[in-house]
């Protein structure tokens, strides 16, 4: 071989072996020795010049397309596979190896495609999906939930290029949508979009002029929605009402013979629905309709971020009944969450506020509040079994353990100081606490700050009063 092609020789061996599989004994040993036996030959002077020349045009070429297959992977994985090797395609990006799981996809996916909804993890909550183009195979997630007509559903895509197919072709993503795609997705974010109702039926938007989207991150999550090849409208995987399961074994409790297939993806990471976002009005206004996994704060950082070296005003960040209110969008909702009581478990929920005391509410010392409690409920004092859901640190906690006449179920509910953990555990706590029998759970607020804000916005809709108390 002439030593001055060595190098090239040498790049292009590398980009083969990049560009096959594993393990090396497999990958293509005729191909490599085609290229040696080509760089052997060349040993004419008046074609060195020319061969250097083309050996660098197909090491462009490997190279290029080792990067156009990682990309694709990664934006498009499915594009022009069978549906086995779809399955195998999104098996490989996810992490997915084990012959169960990938059975248990394509079973999910066979079910769906047969409009039989199924239950499968996200980050945020376990969803109950069902193909979202088809009004039969939604029609099914309201009848197995109890759910209101006008309770309208998220719709779930695994790409960019599957949401491009369900937007109107004339949207063009406003420069607010892009920045939040690019740094929240995929994750526990959903944007309103313009309906375009020739594809998506009425019965996922309840008739609204919007549709409501994210990209969950979940591996499962994902690769479902593309072995199945189509958008699935989910939400949370619980009778109507109820709280959001997290677990797998929330799901089989509540829906245990509606559904025929739960696939168990373990506990879900963030434990609350989806930040829901409106950026369609013509202020450029962001209002968060629902708060959930990514917090306000989050949101505002990367717009104060993204807008900062641009002649564009920053948007303003507007809370649905902290910034603004908007009673008609309450009696006909854009987005789950925000007309119906929600994430009630069957027993009592008390949410015991010790923030700043309202006019004309007297509130409690802990032991004047126990004696209450005692007095109205209809067991005997021994008898009386309450939940606690509070920080471990909570000085609230400590005073009302004090009283050994109850029998108290702490649940582990983590610090105040790690909003993020007490979010993931609190439907699993009061799931808990529902199945061990208690009855009454007691809450305790957290500021409404970060994380904060989403717990709160769930557990005033799940309690049933509300105590303010004062520790002398």
């Not at 719709?155 to 892009?178: A, D, G």
């Not at 499962?220 to 189509?230: G, K, M, Q, S, W």
């Not at 303003?316 to 902290?322: D, T, Y």
Request: charged letters at 20%; one cysteine or more; hydrophobic letters at 40%.
């Amino acid at each position: 071989m002439v030593a001055h092609h060595t190098h090239v020789y040498r790049k292009v061996v590398r980009e083969i072996a990049k560009a096959t599989v594993k393990p090396r004994l497999a990958r293509n040993k005729d191909i490599a020795s085609n290229f040696r036996a080509l760089f052997t030959q060349s040993g004419r002077p008046e074609d060195t010049q020319r061969f250097h020349h083309d050996m660098q045009n197909a090491l462009t070429f490997l190279r290029s397309q080792r990067e156009y297959k990682a990309l694709l992977e990664r934006y498009n994985p499915l594009i022009d596979l069978t549906a086995e090797e779809r399955i195998e395609a999104t098996a490989r990006r996810v992490a997915v190896s084990s012959p169960e799981t990938l059975t248990a996809l394509h079973t999910a996916a066979s079910c769906l495609k047969d409009l039989s909804p199924v239950a499968f993890p996200t980050e945020t909550v376990y969803g109950l999906g069902a193909i979202a183009l088809n009004a039969t195979a939604a029609l099914k997630i309201f009848s197995t939930k109890g759910r209101p007509a006008d309770n309208p559903l998220i719709v779930h895509v695994s790409s960019r290029r599957m949401l491009q197919t369900l937007l109107p072709q004339n949207y063009m993503l406003s420069p607010s949508y892009e920045l939040l795609i690019e740094h929240f997705w995929p994750g526990p974010l959903t944007l309103l979009f313009p309906c375009d109702h020739s594809l998506i039926p009425d019965i996922i938007t309840a008739g609204q002029p919007t549709v409501a989207i994210r990209m969950p991150s979940h591996p499962v999550a994902r690769a479902l929605i593309a072995v199945t090849d189509a958008p699935l409208a989910a939400p949370s995987a619980n009778s109507s009402g109820k709280p959001s399961p997290t677990r797998a074994e929330h799901v089989l409790n509540d829906l245990n013979g509606k559904i025929t297939i739960i696939l168990d993806g373990g506990p879900c990471e963030v434990g609350l629905e989806s930040t829901v976002v409106d950026g369609l009005h013509e202020d450029g206004n962001i209002r968060i309709l629902r708060p959930g996994g990514i917090t306000v704060e989050d949101i505002q950082r990367v717009l104060i971020n993204g807008f900062s070296d641009t002649d564009t005003p920053i948007p303003q960040i507007l809370v649905h009944r902290r910034d603004f209110r908007d009673d008609a969008l309450e009696q006909a909702p854009t987005t789950p969450g925000m007309k119906y009581r929600h994430y009630s478990p069957s027993v009592p929920v008390t949410l015991m506020r010790m923030s700043e005391v309202p006019l004309g509410i007297e509130p409690l010392s802990p032991s004047a509040f126990l004696e209450d409690l005692k007095r109205s409920m209809p067991h005997s004092p021994n008898a009386l079994r309450v939940g606690l859901l509070m920080p471990s640190d909570s000085i609230l906690m400590k005073s009302l353990i004090s009283d050994t006449t109850i029998q108290w179920r702490e649940f582990p509910f983590g610090l105040v100081s790690e909003p993020a953990i007490i979010a993931r555990r609190l439907f699993d706590g009061l799931l808990t606490l529902e199945r061990e029998g208690v009855d009454l759970i007691l809450v305790e607020e957290v500021p409404e700050e970060n994380e904060g804000l989403a717990i709160m916005n769930r557990v005033k809709k799940a309690a049933g009063s509300s105590q303010w108390i004062v520790i002398p």
